[in-house]
């Protein structure tokens, strides 16, 4: 059976590698790389309220001024702590600097040992109420975690570190994959394997080609959003939706 290439992200159907923006600065040329990667396919774009002290969500708030056109844009909040006056705070700052009216996806950043998860997700729960987010992710979560997050608001993704080499996480993968979830790895380029190489150098393809390649085998529920500032870098990792892993290779890699 051929690897799916694309996967539903709340209510839009996006190709399965998206866009991390963890460097992304509010410059007119990074604006243009939005425009520029979007021309050529990238349909799911990853933020957070923390990057950039805040100018990633700003650049794509300018760059998608006049609507994101089928574009679904993800935040988070709640690095720094899960007090519930806090994550209020940042979805409204998170709302304005995007120039919308709702997120499209809004993640909890990482439970808070001081804050139960259930409190730290109930105003996500009335800015969703309130129409102001319309799906809600989990992100550096357990299984254990993610169905806790599921008694208080539908969970429609969950991000946590994971690649080639940290492996940390397959039990989530493997959870989400079984209840429908979308698993946005984060880090996909991370880590390295000694045969990544060898099979990038055989199938004349890079090296990130072969790790997203490996991602996307992994499991259906895989949407991972490499980051880069770079059009003709994107246009690469866009490009491992068009590698198919042999049963050798992937096996050779996991």
Avoid at 3 to 17: A, N, S
Avoid at 63 to 81: H, L, N, P, Q
Avoid at 99 to 107: E, M, Q, V
Wanted: proline share 6%; net charge negative; glycine share 8%.
């Amino acid at each position: 059976m051929a690897m799916p290439r694309t996967i539903r992200l709340g209510d839009v159907e996006v190709p399965r590698v998206g866009l991390g923006t963890n460097r992304l600065a509010e410059t007119a040329e990074n604006e243009s790389f939005l425009d520029q990667a979007v021309g050529a396919g990238l349909r799911h774009i990853d933020t957070a309220h923390t990057y950039v002290h805040g100018q990633s969500e700003a650049a794509i708030g300018e760059a998608f001024a006049s609507g994101t056109d089928g574009v679904v844009v993800a935040t988070k909040g709640g690095w720094d702590s899960g007090r519930p006056e806090g994550i209020r705070e940042q979805i409204e700052e998170s709302l304005r600097r995007l120039r919308t009216d709702a997120i499209d996806l809004y993640y909890f950043h990482r439970p808070d040992p001081e804050t139960p998860l259930e409190e730290s997700l109930e105003p996500i729960k009335e800015a969703g109420d309130a129409g102001k987010v319309r799906h809600v992710g989990l992100s550096s979560v357990s299984v254990d975690q993610i169905e806790r997050g599921r008694q208080v608001v539908p969970v429609a993704a969950v991000q946590n570190h994971y690649n080639v080499e940290e492996r940390k996480w397959d039990d989530v993968v493997d959870h989400c994959e079984r209840e429908g979830i979308v698993f946005v790895p984060f880090y996909p380029l991370r880590g390295d394997h000694p045969e990544v190489d060898e099979i990038a150098r055989r199938r004349g393809c890079s090296a990130a080609q072969v790790k997203l390649a490996w991602l996307l085998r992994r499991s259906p529920a895989m949407l991972p959003i490499p980051g880069t500032l770079s059009i003709d870098h994107f246009r690469e990792n866009f490009g491992a939706l068009e590698i198919e892993l042999s049963d050798a290779e992937f096996d050779a890699l996991s």
